[in-house]
């Protein structure tokens, strides 16, 4: 159907024009420390792309491997850190980043309508932060690899010699870069749409972008604090998740799932929003049910959280509590359902064209069914206990995670490569490529199941003949796999270097993106966009004098809330009417600081589930061995504690005057009580170093490094303070209930004096207590011999009140608690104190690192409060170091009772 609308009337020319994203500027600084979506986006397909084909070779390596029993080219420690790497690179480097961080940074903000993301600058320290992760997995790699598999699992982890803290490192780094890739998103789609936007006026794909970025922020923090825990037992040994040293292996498969399972929905959330948008328009059909595919993205995000434990069926918890997960775990099942249920409803009597994004679409459509229909077996309790851990499980997640997700990816690449790039691809090409996939992954996978469901054991090295036929045919399903996989990037890269110019829409798409040229320009539209339902066929018509689609309203958007005036767009500069510190991107101030405000809340939530995590590694081990913390408590110095305390919240209301006074526009009396502001942090953290060096002169370290110089409660001589030596570590109450009493000056003079030169009568044990009265004291006076101890044993003196007490090593919550605090240097040291410490260290070192990084922007808010930056018009930057700095305070509030006073 030919048309005399003009492109040029609608803002889009047959051509790329002369200024887009690819020329607007050059060198490569000018990409690497780009702050445009579009190169941001592009940078993140080339990492995720050189990540994919590296774990592919790895798991081309390890499938010839499996093509016969026995070794055929790698040996067994080799297979090990192989598919080890393969599904680290493949999960955090690939599948994760993949569809969100390249097609999302590319497309969302242009089908938003909008010019940038809403935090352009935090976009690319997102990038960065993947690249570093990236290069640290590749350091582990050099270093000898690792093979505890992906999953990290203790107590494995933390005793193999391979190169487990690099690995760990770079999964840590990688969560920070999808935190804050999931906070702009969000951000983004709330703030920047334009007015007439509504919510159900949004593309599909930016739906489940927004489901996605909900689960980044709400469940990689859980992951984060996993990770670090897991590092630090690694290197100190503190024994959080090794049985032998006390820990808890289980808690670390809670806690791992807890973000893991949601992860799965990381991967295959964002492939769902391009598996929509691909059948919407390739069969030219508005999208069927689109109010509940776009809810269930909302149900599948929030069901995602509630299924952790289905991965733990055969770990030991209750029979109950695998019925609950197995029941929820079901319920995925449904909204799951519904898009599958829409989306082959879209296709029922469309005018479906076979376009090789359509192949792929179509091949998603059969891969996420079988691997949907497999997971229902999984989460059944009776079958799950015969196929957990085999390759069942193996092909199950590799079609849901990989299958899904990897045509989708390059389903959506097809789709959008005119647009991102501006030339046409062969389309021939791109067919077979899908069809190459589409075969060689189920010939690679399917006969999985069959070996599954004969038993074969998953990340073996060796297996039995009977298999061998089987691991063949999958083997050479992997090698065709592969072959489909270089001819889509083929196509593709032969499309970018010598593919004809593309048109603004060759594809009859009705998204906003589709109304800019192609490849778009630095702002991404000339004029604003008219705004529509955003699967509304009537809105664009087929031009062959361009061969292409072109706008049936070419009206300018007049009004928008995220274009500013046609004087300021195509630069980073602003016009005579644009507040200076008003980004480009933005409309008005007000939408500035809305975002920055709504941005710092999501960044503390995160932060809240950051420390959430700790916590509840807390409360589990305080459960466990309550013994550890009612003894190891008394080690603490409460008054300190107490003091830092008051410090913070003095530093909380002097931050609180500074934000009313930068709104007041009173410039001294801003720099006045940041200046306060900065002193309290510098107090808490001197103090804090004063609780440290204590610890560290007396011992009491995490891990491997606990070595007790004396007991909780022992006097190191009068006039001391809290249990210290001369340097400090002395306790004023126990040395007035030493003065008191003589059994207490009999066991301060038998702690320092006596110990080395009275081993043998140490030797001889404890004298018993009247039988029959287990607490029975002795006469006064009378002196109880203390057990033999070991040298490496705490201090433990005698018990001279005559409680009968537990050999050294084997103190019970009961004789601690009846020996009370001045009689708690009587009581042996418990097992496994060290767990404590760890904690103590790890919790208060987060705590005290947040706080230095508060310092350090304090210090950025003062120079620019003294320079007279801030007004009452704009004084967000106060505000928002404000909210950063009362979180800051409010964890300390808990970490003060939990650790110094509840006993």
């Not at 999958?474 to 196509?491: E, F, H, K, P, V």
């Not at 270097?497 to 000339?526: I, Q, Y």
């Not at 007279?868 to 505000?879: K, L, Q």
Request: aromatic share 14%.
């Amino acid at each position: 159907m030919a048309t005399d609308i003009a492109p040029q009337k609608s803002g889009i020319e047959p051509h790329p024009p002369a200024d887009n994203y690819l020329t607007h500027s050059s060198g490569i600084s000018s990409w690497i420390f780009s702050l445009d979506h579009k190169r941001i986006g592009l940078m993140y397909l080339i990492g995720v792309t050189m990540a994919m084909m590296m774990g592919g070779v790895f798991a081309l390596i390890l499938r010839i491997e499996l093509f016969t029993p026995g070794k055929t080219i790698i040996s067994a420690d080799a297979y090990n850190q192989m598919f080890t790497l393969h599904g680290a690179i493949m999960v955090f480097l690939f599948i994760i980043p993949g569809i969100p961080a390249a097609l999302g940074n590319f497309i969302l903000p242009i089908q938003l309508g909008a010019k940038d993301v809403a935090f352009p600058r935090l976009n690319l320290l997102s990038f960065h932060l993947w690249v570093m992760g990236f290069c640290m997995f590749i350091i582990t790699l050099f270093l000898g690899g690792l093979d505890t598999g992906w999953t990290f699992y203790a107590p494995y982890s933390v005793t193999t010699n391979t190169s487990v803290i690099s690995a760990l490192t770079g999964a840590f780094i990688l969560g920070f870069s999808s935190i804050f890739t999931g906070l702009n998103f969000i951000v983004t789609t709330h703030v920047l749409r334009p007015k007439g936007m509504t919510w159900f006026k949004l593309p599909l794909f930016i739906w489940a972008l927004y489901a996605t970025a909900v689960i980044q922020i709400l469940a990689t923090p859980v992951l984060a604090i996993t990770l670090l825990l897991l590092m630090v037992e690694k290197a100190t040994g503190i024994g959080v998740f090794d049985p032998a040293l006390g820990g808890d292996p289980v808690m670390f498969q809670h806690f791992f799932w807890f973000y893991s399972h949601p992860a799965v929905y990381i991967m295959v959330l964002p492939a769902m929003g391009v598996i929509s948008e691909l059948i919407a328009t390739y069969t030219r059909k508005r999208i069927f049910g689109y109010s509940f595919i776009a809810l269930s993205s909302v149900g599948i995000a929030i069901i995602g959280f509630l299924v952790w434990g289905h991965h733990m069926f055969t770990s030991g918890q209750s029979k109950l509590v695998g019925m609950v997960f197995s029941g929820i775990t079901f319920t995925v099942a449904i909204p799951s359902a519904i898009k599958v249920f829409n989306w082959v409803a879209t296709l029922y009597k469309g005018s479906i064209r076979l376009t090789a994004s359509m192949l792929y679409a179509l091949a998603f459509l059969f891969l996420f069914t079988i691997g949907g229909l497999t997971g229902l077996y999984l989460a059944t309790l009776s079958v799950d206990v015969y196929f957990h851990d085999t390759y069942f499980v193996v092909a199950h997640f590799h079609y849901v995670m990989v299958g899904s997700s990897l045509t989708a990816m390059i389903g959506g690449l097809f789709h959008w490569w005119p647009k991102m790039v501006g030339k046409m691809y062969n389309e021939t090409v791109g067919q077979i490529s899908a069809i190459l996939v589409f075969c060689g992954f189920n010939l690679t996978f399917f006969p999985q199941f069959i070996l599954g469901c004969q038993g074969m054991p998953r990340r073996y090295y060796n297996y039995l003949p009977e298999y061998e036929t089987w691991h063949q045919v999958s083997t050479i399903g992997a090698m065709t796999l592969g072959l489909g996989i270089l001819m889509a990037s083929g196509c593709l890269m032969h499309a970018l270097l010598r593919g004809r110019p593309a048109v603004a829409n060759p594809w009859g798409g009705t998204t906003l993106e589709w109304m800019c040229s192609s490849p778009p320009p630095h702002d991404n539209f000339k004029t604003p966009p008219p705004i529509h339902d955003p699967y509304d066929e009537s809105v664009v018509v087929y031009d062959e004098a361009i061969g292409g689609y072109v706008p049936t309203d070419t009206t300018p958007q007049t009004v928008s809330h995220t274009q500013s005036e046609p004087g300021s767009e195509g630069h980073e500069g602003h016009d005579d009417h644009h507040p200076p510190h008003l980004a480009h991107h933005f409309a008005s101030p007000e939408q500035q600081i809305y975002s920055g405000k709504m941005g710092m809340w999501l960044f503390l939530v995160q932060e809240v589930l950051f420390f959430s995590g700790l916590f509840c590694a807390y409360a589990v081990f305080r459960a466990n061995h309550p013994e550890i913390f009612i003894y190891a408590h008394h080690y603490l110095d409460t008054k300190l504690g107490a003091i830092n305390t008051c410090v913070l919240l003095f530093s909380s209301l002097t931050m609180a005057w500074a934000v009313r006074a930068a709104q007041k526009d009173q410039r001294a009396l801003l720099v006045i009580m940041l200046t306060l502001t900065i002193i309290c942090g510098f107090t808490f953290m001197g103090i804090k170093y004063v609780e440290y060096s204590h610890k560290w002169h007396d011992g009491l370290l995490w891990g491997n490094y606990y070595n007790p110089a004396y007991a909780p409660g022992e006097d190191h001589g009068a006039g001391h303070e809290e249990w210290h030596s001369e340097e400090g570590h002395g306790s004023a109450e126990h040395g007035a209930a030493e003065h008191a009493t003589d059994e207490h000056a009999t066991e301060g003079e038998h702690a320092e004096g006596e110990h080395a030169e009275g081993e043998g009568d140490h030797a001889e044990g404890a004298a018993p207590a009247a039988e029959g009265d287990a607490e029975a004291a002795p006469t006064e006076g009378e002196e109880a011999p203390a057990a033999e101890e070991d040298a490496n044993q705490p201090i433990t003196p005698a018990n001279a009140k005559g409680t009968q007490l537990p050999p050294p090593g084997e103190a019970t919550q009961q004789s601690i608690l009846a020996a009370g605090p001045l009689g708690i240097s009587d009581v042996p040291s418990p097992k496994n104190v060290q767990i404590f410490f760890g904690i103590y260290f790890v919790m208060t070192g987060l705590h005290g690192l947040h706080v230095v990084i508060g310092i350090a922007v304090l210090f950025w808010l003062l120079r620019r409060a003294i320079r007279g930056d801030f007004s009452r018009e704009y004084n967000a930057p106060v505000d928002l170091v404000g909210l950063y700095w009362h979180l800051v305070d409010l964890v300390w509030i808990y970490l003060f009772p939990l650790l110094y006073l509840i006993h």
